[in-house]
């Protein structure tokens, strides 16, 4: 005849066996959580692009901004802010470079000339624009000639940029005829500043 199991034991036993159910459902419970964790994740972020728009003929900043797969409320934002009239002198082969996140555009930038760039970045609930001047490096130049032909033929003999040419025309002719008043044998001297970053001429001018 079998002894009656003492109290004592039968509780050790009911604890050692709810132990192991618990250590069981233990195990169960983090593949579970793995995948309702994996299920209600958020999706990752949209990384920012930046895209490179050549203007062509005939675009609007519409076009400009639906090639580049902005949103058409882009274009209401930017027309409305102060940016709008410096985008307007856009011509065929500017370049914009603007970064995209998502549909949505963060910053264009224009470089109209070699020596500034327009920046037109999100501000709260729209857009700002700023100008940056680009630094470079000024350079004195001197050209010496003397007329034998023309002054526009001699002045390139000498060296003087087209830029420079017309600027001298444009400074000088309504005191001299050009095409008249000058004669063989007369010279000339030109003093203007060159504009250079990194061993790369930008900018011929102005005339000093």
């Known amino acids: 005849m079998c002894k009656p199991t003492h109290p004592l034991a039968m509780l050790w ?22 995948d309702e964790m994996t299920e209600s994740e958020p999706p990752a ?12 003929r005939g675009d609007t900043l519409s076009a400009i901004f639906k090639r580049s ?41 224009y470089d109209p000339d070699p020596l500034r760039r ?35 033929r001699d002045g390139k003999a000498a060296g003087l940029p087209d830029s420079i040419l017309a600027e001298l025309t444009r400074l000088f002719g309504w005191d001299i005829d050009f095409s008249r008043d000058l004669r063989a044998g007369d010279t000339f001297t030109v003093v203007y500043e060159q504009h250079w970053r990194d061993e790369r001429k930008l900018a011929d001018g102005p005339i000093l």
Do not use: C
């Open 13 to 34: 036993i009911t604890v050692a066996v709810l132990a192991f159910w618990h250590a069981a459902r233990t195990e169960e419970i983090p593949a579970e959580l793995a």
């Open 45 to 56: 972020p949209t990384p920012v692009q930046a895209v490179e728009v050549v203007v062509r």
């Open 69 to 109: 797969g902005l949103k058409t409320s882009a274009t209401r934002l930017v027309r409305s802010s102060d940016a709008a009239g410096r985008l307007a002198a856009l011509q065929p082969g500017d370049m914009l470079r603007i970064l995209v996140n998502g549909d949505e555009m963060e910053r264009l930038e």
């Open 118 to 152: 327009l920046v037109v970045r999100r501000d709260g609930a729209g857009y700002a624009a700023r100008w940056e001047h680009r630094p470079a490096q000024k350079q004195t130049f001197v050209a010496s000639g003397t007329i034998t032909h023309s002054l526009y």
